[in-house]
């Protein structure tokens, strides 16, 4: 006998509509209801019903949580990064049967979060550490992972969960390599006065990259701006406004950073990239509409969003593995003008 949605509904004492939500774990049923229904279904023997995962008439669900340092948002060109994480991640956790959700954490501290934010049938975290501080990460790390499986893109400062980040060494040592073998001698890096994890790891990646290469990069060739378009091309503008001299090359480590300090070189009369060659780092929609075009260092985020996702499905599975596993992506350089051949 075919046991139909009609003979569900029937014996649930509900509508075919009802049945139909709460089998294709979809809202607008009450989680009572919804018990109801998948109980009904599983006793008339309906073999379309996907319980096994279901946590009190549920779905399981794991949850992005996006942690956002006070007073020190990247850039909202940068939303860019969690549109993009989130649907490399929603196309796999829609693919593994997981509900995902997505969670902003501002303003609270990471363990009151923890302490109060999860329900019966959320099976894990993967925690978006680009504007994230380092004590939050550590707290996170220690707290959160005791008691549900997490995964942190861009984040993990103790090594204890599993991780997907950027190789920023590699990506470094691309752009360096670049420069240096167009002429620019002297190279730089502009960093933004920010402690997220993403760009201390950055700055830390420069200064490596130099030092394995033989060549100079010390504090004297780090200049610090704002995050943001205007307060960084403010900074360069009074840098170059006092006459101060800066290396032939510079790298930044982000695009919005670059952008800022290609439109400040070029309004106080330096040519870009005939003099001064300039890098980015993020392939954000402002480096293919500046003038010049911007050569910057491309990394694929919704990749990342899906790696991240079936780490933690693995982890959900198997808990028993203690050894945290890191995934690192390798970018790819866009070469555009900021960064020809220099001239000068």
């Known amino acids: 006998m075919v046991v139909t949605h009609k003979d569900i509904a029937e014996a649930a004492g509900v509508t075919t509509t009802s049945v139909s939500l709460a089998l294709n774990g979809k809202k607008g049923v009450a989680r009572d209801v919804r018990k109801r229904i ?10 379309d019903v996907v319980a096994d995962g279901f946590v009190d008439g549920y779905p399981p669900a794991i949850r992005m949580v996006r942690v956002i340092q006070r007073g020190r948002r990247i850039s909202r060109e940068h939303e860019i990064f969690i549109s993009d994480y989130f649907e490399g991640a929603e196309e796999e956790a829609q693919r593994l049967g997981y509900i995902l959700e997505l969670s902003h954490l501002r303003g ?22 680009t504007e994230m501080s380092p004590q939050n990460g550590r707290t996170f790390e220690g707290s959160g992972a005791s008691k549900i ?103 930044c480590d982000t695009d919005i950073v670059a952008c800022a300090c290609l439109k400040a070189l070029t309004e106080s009369g330096y040519k870009v990239p005939q003099e001064t060659g300039i890098l980015g780092c993020d392939d954000l929609p402002c480096s293919a509409i500046s003038t010049p075009r911007l050569t910057t260092i491309r990394f694929s985020r919704k990749k990342m969003g899906a790696e991240a996702v079936r780490l933690l ?23 555009r003008e900021s960064a020809g051949e220099r001239k000068g």
């Open 38 to 47: 998948l109980k009904a279904a599983r006793d008339l023997g309906y073999r």
């Open 108 to 129: 609270i501290p990471a363990a009151e979060y923890l302490r109060n934010s999860f329900h019966e049938a959320l099976q894990g975290l993967i925690i978006l550490g």
């Open 149 to 251: 499986p997490a995964v942190f893109i861009n984040g993990g400062e103790t090594g204890v969960c599993d991780s997907v980040g950027f190789d920023h060494y590699a990506a470094a040592a691309l752009g360096i390599k670049h420069l240096t073998e167009n002429n620019y001698g002297e190279i730089g890096l502009v960093r933004s006065k920010s402690s997220s994890t993403i760009l201390n790891r950055r700055q830390r990646a420069f200064k490596a990259v130099m030092e394995n290469l033989g060549m100079k990069g010390g504090d004297d060739y780090i200049f610090a701006v704002e995050p943001d378009f205007l307060g960084a091309y403010r900074n360069m503008t009074d840098w170059l406004r006092k006459n101060r001299r800066i290396p032939a090359g510079l790298v």
């Open 313 to 335: 499905h693995d982890r959900i599975q198997d808990q028993s593995c203690w050894a945290p596993i890191k995934v690192q992506v390798g970018g790819e350089l866009v070469i």
